[in-house]
């Protein structure tokens, strides 16, 4: 049922031209890499669609740079589930979240010390992320998504030791683990542009990031409802939400429909804010330019990821054989690490 539920979003429905041609182009990419294996586990991931993801997120992103985004989405996506599936594993995980940690914070070219399909796959885009940005930009990045892997590692901790958390410590920890501050950054690697630091500083745009991202967060924890209630897994906003309430699951996705209309009034007020602030910062045409495509850009990330989770495989209750099959196929990476030397 959550994945049905519609959402009325303010922003412009857009997408990338060249969708169709990047969705061919992963699955080629993801198969030559080794993140999935057999045939239904190919099925089972070309069910999410993150073409479809990154083609809406990134509307202006084509060729090589599209292709990029959707290689990129791909396999931290199949990491992320390896989160979901690490059963009796979490330091093999952790070992492989501080290489991808580690990975842009060395010499470009450096192979990754822990050795598996995802790291290897980090290490290679890691250098087209780059290609074009100041220094100061990819240490932002990269900062960014070590937060996210860290956040990822807590999780999987607290899922390890079926520790429950509450409202207001899920909420700073979803903050960061739907990875959405690297996610805002990459649109201004994709539109070949960068947001001065005084601007980025500024209280009205680190909060419209911060917004934006507890939006999407929200929306996807409606979307993802049903698929996380059948794994078991408790770091989601309705499960949370009926505990702290101490509700029923159908009050508590009310209210997690509430919040997410909450976090979206708020980012669009912060869109009507954001000319003023530029006036205050005396910016001139270039900055303000950056500051008008960085605004538009978590506009596209709430409709694009929105439209994209209405109809993802990746958030469709699949029947306990398929389960079975796609955790076999695509979930292998870790059983192959190895140190490298």
């Known amino acids: 049922m959550p994945q ?32 999935v294996r057999g045939e239904a586990g190919l099925t089972e991931y070309a069910s999410w669609d993150l073409a479809q993801a990154a083609a809406r997120t990134y509307p202006e992103a084509t060729g090589a740079d599209l292709d990029m985004l959707v290689n990129w989405f791909g396999f931290a996506f199949l990491f992320d589930d390896q989160f979901d599936a690490s059963g009796d594993r979490p330091s093999q995980v ?60 807590c999780e999987i901790h607290l899922a390890t ?26 649109v201004e690697r994709i539109g070949r542009f960068e947001v001065p630091p005084h601007v980025q500083a500024h209280p009205v745009m ?80 270039t900055e303000r330019s950056a500051v008008d495509r960085a605004v538009q850009g978590t506009g596209d990330w709430i409709r694009g990821n929105y439209e994209w989770g209405l109809n993802s495989g990746r958030y469709t209750v699949a029947a306990p054989s398929r389960t079975a099959v796609g955790a076999a196929a695509y979930l292998e990476g870790l059983g192959e690490l190895r140190q490298a030397g």
């Open 94 to 153: 952790s070992a492989v979240a501080r290489e991808m940690i580690a990975i842009p914070f060395r010499p470009a070219g450096t192979p990754p010390d822990v050795v598996c399909p995802v790291t290897l796959a980090w290490a290679e885009i890691w250098p087209q992320m780059c290609d074009g940005m100041s220094e100061t930009w990819q240490n932002r990045f990269a900062s960014n998504w070590a937060r996210f892997m860290a956040a990822a590692v």
């Open 161 to 186: 030791h079926r520790t429950v958390m509450d409202l207001e410590g899920y909420a700073a920890l979803r903050q960061h683990t739907v990875g959405l501050q690297h996610s805002l950054d990459a």
């Open 4 to 35: 049905d539920v519609h959402f009325t979003i303010p922003f412009t429905s857009r997408i990338s031209p060249d969708l169709e041609g990047a969705r061919v182009r992963n699955l080629d990419w993801t198969w030559s890499h080794d993140l």
């Open 206 to 285: 680190r909060r419209l990031r911060h917004t934006t991202t507890d939006c999407i967060a929200y929306m996807n924890d409606v979307h993802s409802l049903d698929r996380e209630e059948d794994r078991g897994d408790q770091h989601n906003l309705v499960t949370v939400l009926q505990r702290h309430l101490r509700c029923s699951r159908s009050a508590a996705l009310d209210a997690a429909i509430r919040m997410t209309y909450d976090k979206l009034a708020e980012v669009v007020d912060l869109h009507t804010r954001v000319p003023k602030m530029c006036d205050e910062l005396q910016l001139d045409e």
